[in-house]
């Protein structure tokens, strides 16, 4: 129904033998809020109250030893603070360019290259896409933390079996510290990202080139057109709207990404790959300004929102064309 | 209606199971029907750190059938302190809680902890309280907030047999360490083995006080009232330059600069089989190496024996704020100091007339004569800046001149600038 015709029999009088009962149009009204409320409520419980403490924690200087509620209001002096810090802009190009801009466009590279050859007929032929799905999912059924420690080992400058094997191969004299040297840290750090991750972007790419229908590569390959054609004009199309699903999801997970710069280095060396989710941390939880870290968070949210209205905007606009 | 009654029944049961949840989370102490008293003490040693400690427990468990102890082990948890802030804010926690001393004063200036000195007026500790080492450290607004329980500083740990080799002795100054470690170095071996990574919470940061206090400034200072960076840009730079030459001359492995932990397994296996020559440890971790070998033993830190060269580390007991049973904590807070208990526990104690009847164990000769001339971190503790802080800013800035991302007098000049824009507020 109009919602212009709902107004009007909301707010028509009654009519004198029919008249509708005050409590029932009351109830009827008041129907679809009661039906939302539980979901209205969890969503307030889970997100907005979170979302205006953070806001309430950026305005105040207060330490995580404090009293829910205790702390100074401070204004916009944490954010001042920390959009004047030179170390903000450090790590936000960072976060920007190695830990979000890289670690996507090579784990959307690798992973279509890698969805595309599991789909080749030849495994299924060879009875191999099993195996090969498998040991593809590995890293991703590892805990990153576990996946971190692996690799701190494996790329460990003096007992490290990677340097352990180019030394013994003639390819270095000494072992590199690879999270420890400015050329090489994120790359590793990236690596390792990368390596963890792309079975999920692998798994999304699989699963929307399943759903492409076999009759568009058909009509293509009658067309006359090559692989490369048929990659160009039928898959890509095609994927479009995975490729932006996907690389929203990783964006943002990769911008707000902590755990492989905080487990690998630290931050370090010296405050080369501070990102801007390790400065949060560090701000709220060893400095113990929790009103600095929370803006930190804020400024983060920000340009998320700026990174989510870009692809919506963008992924929305070659669906509709 | 048997429908209504089933949802009433669901409801009723997720209400009692979310009680029952929270009472079990809050981990608070109660009272049983037989009028037994609960206490959980909550510790974040390493679980294989803790036989001796877990041993004393139970003989309390076991006289004190009125007053019983829930040992509950949070291991592993850098935000130890934060996470009982939170509990304890909220009116739960454990009612006994392991502290590091860096935390009592974060802990005290919101109250969470009960003011132990006040307890102690009512019923004494078997050592006063005023002969507990690094009571400075637990001391805020003239109250003391936690009980000082165990000492300890990091002292020279190194191989007898490959010192032997070398014909080398312990150093007893840090350019004597160098110069000991570069010709170690050269024959192959790891001279000097540190943690030398940029993390906020690196093992460095030992060294690099150690280094700086020996040579009569340090991170920050007090002169007359004014807090303000404990040293020049020069002075910093210079303690950065003295450290990189480390790695430059190949005392150190360049390895070392993404080795965060003092207590490394590289650095702990590499002293006991020798590859490693010296290093710096707590006890604890020289007991760990002496149990692959023995010829792991120990020698005072460079310049050791000067007073307050070295840092008076160590773990306090604190009493929640929050506690039903303040005076029965306090009765077991007392029995964990007592010369008794210690008979047990692997630790030096804080307690001095307990300190002084331990006789230090084989190849701990170090700590022993160390230990007296330590100083804890109260030069720092009472500063505007956190430790934590200092830590983090001091290892970021020597590890930046370790990679070669910033030079010395660079890190140096901005070490000052953060320390004293942090001292601002």
């Known amino acids: ?321 | 209606m048997r429908r209504r009654q089933f949802l009433g029944s669901l409801a009723a049961a997720s209400a009692v199971g979310t009680v029952a949840t929270l009472n079990a989370c809050s981990g608070k102490s109660d009272t049983s029907s037989n009028g037994t008293v609960n206490l959980t003490f909550r510790q974040f040693d390493p679980p294989t750190e803790i036989a001796g400690l877990k041993k004393v427990v139970k003989a309390w468990n076991d006289t004190h059938p009125k007053i019983q102890v829930k040992l509950e082990t949070l291991a592993g948890s850098a935000d130890y302190a934060q996470q009982f802030a939170r509990e304890a804010n909220s009116g739960s926690g454990p009612d006994v809680v392991h502290l590091g001393y860096v935390n009592v004063k974060d802990l005290a200036k919101p109250k969470i902890l009960l003011p132990v000195s006040e307890l102690a007026e009512k019923s004494a500790p078997d050592t006063p309280i005023d002969q507990f080492l690094a009571l400075d450290m637990n001391r805020f607004d003239d109250k003391v907030w936690a009980l000082p329980w165990t000492v300890d500083t990091f002292a020279m740990a190194y191989n007898k047999k490959t010192m032997d080799k070398a014909g080398l002795k312990p150093p007893t100054s840090w350019p004597e360490l160098l110069s000991t470690a570069t010709k170690l170095g050269k024959s192959g071996t790891v001279g000097f083995a540190f943690a030398g990574a940029s993390n906020p919470d690196a093992g460095q940061w030992f060294a690099i006080n150690y280094y700086l206090w020996s040579n009569g400034i340090s991170l920050i200072s007090n002169e007359s009232g004014n807090w303000a960076p404990g040293a020049t840009a020069e002075q910093f730079s210079s303690a950065m330059k003295f450290f990189n030459s480390f790695f430059t001359s190949g005392a150190t492995p360049k390895s070392m600069v993404s080795v965060d932990s003092i207590n490394d397994p590289q650095i702990v296996a590499g002293l006991a089989d020798g590859t490693t020559a010296m290093t710096m440890m707590a006890p604890q971790t020289v007991r760990q190496a002496r149990d692959t070998s023995t010829e792991v033993v120990t020698a005072v830190m460079p310049d050791g024996l000067t007073d307050g060269s070295t840092h008076l580390g160590g773990r306090s007991l604190g009493i929640n704020a929050a506690t039903d049973h303040p005076d029965e904590a306090w009765e077991f807070v007392k029995y964990l100091n007592t010369a008794k208990a210690f008979a047990d526990i692997p630790q030096y104690p804080a307690a001095t007339t307990v300190l002084d009847k331990v006789d230090a164990p084989d190849g701990e000769e170090g700590f022993q004569k160390q230990l007296p001339h330590s100083r804890s971190f109260a030069r720092y503790i009472d500063g505007p800046v956190p430790v934590d802080t200092l830590q983090k800013l001091s290892c970021a800035a020597f590890g930046a001149v370790y990679s070669g991302q910033k030079t010395a007098n660079q890190s140096a000049a901005e070490l000052v600038d953060s320390i004293a824009a942090a001292i601002k507020g």
């Open chain 1, 1 to 321: 129904m109009p919602s212009s015709a709902t107004a009007t029999l909301a707010t028509r009088p009654s009519i004198g033998s029919q008249p509708t009962p005050r409590p029932r149009r009351h109830r009827r009204l008041s129907t679809p809020y009661l039906l939302l409320a539980p979901t209205l409520i969890l969503l307030g419980l889970l997100f907005a109250l979170p979302v205006a403490y953070n806001v309430w924690l950026a305005l105040h200087k207060v330490t995580p030893y404090d009293a829910l509620g205790d702390g100074t209001f401070v204004g916009g002096a944490n954010f001042v603070s920390v959009l004047t810090n030179p170390k903000t802009w450090l790590s936000g190009r960072n976060t920007v360019v190695w830990l979000t801009l890289v670690t996507v466009v090579l784990r959307l590279i690798l992973g279509l290259g890698l969805a595309i050859l599991l789909q080749q007929a030849v495994l299924r032929r060879l009875h191999l896409l099993g195996v090969a799905r498998t040991i593809l999912l590995l890293p991703w059924m590892i805990p990153p933390t576990v996946a971190v420690a692996a690799w701190k080992w494996l790329l460990d400058g003096r007992t490290g079996l990677v340097n352990k094997v180019l030394v013994q191969a003639g390819v270095i004299d000494q072992g590199i510290p690879f999270f420890g040297e400015l050329s090489t840290v994120w790359p590793s750090i990236t690596a390792v990202l990368v390596w963890r991750e792309l079975p999920f972007v692998v798994i999304a790419f699989m699963a929307g080139l399943q759903a492409i229908p076999s009759d568009q590569y058909e009509a293509a390959a009658i067309d006359g057109a090559t692989s490369w054609r048929g990659f160009w004009h039928v898959t890509l199309p095609n994927l479009r709207p995975v490729i932006t699903v996907v690389g929203l999801m990783i964006t943002i997970g990769s911008f707000n990404n902590f755990i492989y710069v905080w487990l690998t280095t630290g931050g370090g060396p010296g405050t080369y790959s501070q990102v801007l989710a390790t400065q949060l941390y560090s701000t709220a939880f060893v400095d113990n300004e929790l009103g600095k870290g929370a803006a930190i968070g804020l400024v983060m949210s920000a340009v998320m929102l700026i990174f989510a209205a870009i692809y919506l905007t963008v992924g929305t606009r070659r669906i509709d064309d």
